[in-house]
Nanobody, 126 residues
Framework: QVQPVESGGGSVQAGGSLRLSCKADEYFLSTNCMAWFRQAPGKEREGIAAIYTAGTLTYYADSVKGRFAITQDNAENTVYLHMNSLKPEDSAMYYC????????????????????WGQGTQVKNT
């Protein structure tokens, strides 16, 4: 297994948009759950979005629902996080995570559901 690799972070003004990319091993993208987490300084890491890569099911935390979208491109082995209407509180380190199983509706946001993690990409909203 190859660990996921995130990219696309940076600084953006409030109200702006950013797209994060997570390139993952083909194994994870076939029939499993991929998710984005984030961690701000002094706060716990939180799950914000997940996608079941064998179908179209997506899950979102209330804090990002309606502003963020998670999508996948199987041809590129990549999962994206499209972030719109960014707020100062969205500033954090963003991590991509991969599970060996499908997303569980009541647990997709739990860290222990995922077995592979990227190194993170920083998003700073100014």
């Amino acid at each position: 297994q190859v660990q996921p690799v995130e990219s696309g972070g940076g600084s953006v003004q409030a109200g702006g948009s950013l797209r994060l990319s997570c390139k993952a091993d083909e194994y994870f993208l076939s029939t499993n759950c991929m998710a984005w987490f984030r961690q701000a300084p002094g706060k716990e890491r939180e799950g914000i979005a997940a996608i079941y890569t064998a179908g179209t099911l997506t899950y979102y935390a209330d804090s990002v629902k309606g502003r963020f979208a998670i999508t996948q491109d199987n041809a590129e082995n990549t999962v994206y996080l499209h972030m719109n209407s960014l707020k100062p509180e969205d500033s954090a380190m963003y991590y991509c995570a991969a599970s060996s199983f499908r997303c569980r509706p009541g647990a997709w946001y739990e860290e222990h559901e995922y077995t592979a993690w990227g190194q993170g990409t920083q998003v700073k909203n100014t």
